[in-house]
Nanobody, 128 residues
Framework: QVQLVESGGGLVQAGGSLRLSCAASGLTFSGLTFFVYDMAWFRQAPGKEREPVAA????????DYADSVKGRFTISRDNAKNTVYLQMNSLKPEDTAAYYC????????????????WGQGTQVTVSS
């Protein structure tokens, strides 16, 4: 059973920064380990559907971002620590949401529809 645990959320003023972390465990099904999983961050604001924010390929060599966060957010991973990060800079009130870490196996790391392992989420609130 894959377990993903997010941390690092909180309350920050507009223009500030936060770094989210997602620690993965249990990714040893059929001998697979963390480094073969594509990882992504999603977010869901109140009254809105969950939307993809960023994704990173299993090896870490490729990344993709939603247009709304390009140039402000950076996704990265440390396969030795089974952890993926989301550095969020120049935060805006519209970034306020619950942020979720997700994992999947597959061909296309930015195939957001097929992420099927989810964390419980961490709340990010940006005040104006």
């Amino acid at each position: 059973q894959v377990q993903l645990v997010e941390s690092g959320g909180g309350l920050v003023q507009a223009g500030g920064s936060l770094r989210l972390s997602c620690a993965a465990s249990g990714l040893t099904f059929s001998g697979l380990t963390f480094f073969v999983y594509d990882m992504a961050w999603f977010r869901q604001a109140p009254g809105k559907e969950r939307e993809p924010v960023a994704a990173i390929s299993s090896g870490g060599g490729s990344t993709d971002y939603a247009d709304s966060v390009k140039g402000r957010f950076t996704i990265s991973r440390d396969n030795a620590k089974n952890t993926v990060y989301l550095q969020m800079n120049s935060l805006k009130p519209e970034d306020t949401a619950a942020y979720y870490c997700a994992a999947k196996r597959g061909v296309y790391y930015n195939d957001f529809k097929h992420y099927n392992n989810w964390g419980q989420g961490t709340q990010v609130t940006v005040s104006s």
